[in-house]
Nanobody, 120 residues
Framework: QLVESGGGLVQAGGSLRLSCAASGSTFSINAIGWYRQAPGRQRELVAGISVGGMIIYADSVKGRFTISRDNVKNTAYLQMNSLKPEDTAVYYC????????????????WGQGTQVTVSS
């Protein structure tokens, strides 16, 4: 089970930190991805991190977002800085194979999502 938290309403230029808490024993042996879906748009990869620490970011968030993981706490994070109105979306975390996460197919398990709204 994956549970996201940390979403909310923030002004443009602000920051939020999303968390993804996982239960079970598979967190540390799987890659983690953050995806987002805005109204009327397809779900898209935001960032992914492999077991070994390989990281990928969408071009639109490079330099602004940072993905990390804590295998002791079974928690993943997405630090989002310099937020823009176009970052408004529901953000989901997923756990699974890195190759699937990297190429937009997502993982095997998904959280319920957390809403991020950036006002201009």
């Amino acid at each position: 089970q994956l549970v996201e938290s940390g979403g909310g309403l923030v002004q443009a230029g602000g920051s939020l930190r999303l968390s993804c808490a996982a239960s079970g024993s598979t967190f540390s042996i799987n890659a983690i991805g953050w995806y987002r879906q805005a109204p009327g748009r397809q779900r898209e990869l935001v960032a992914g991190i492999s077991v070994g620490g390989m990281i990928i970011y969408a071009d639109s968030v490079k330099g602004r977002f940072t993905i990390s993981r804590d295998n002791v706490k079974n928690t993943a994070y997405l630090q989002m800085n310099s937020l823009k109105p176009e970052d408004t979306a529901v953000y989901y975390c997923t756990v699974g194979a890195y190759v699937n996460i990297k190429y937009g197919r997502g993982g095997d398990y998904w959280g319920q999502g957390t809403q991020v709204t950036v006002s201009s």
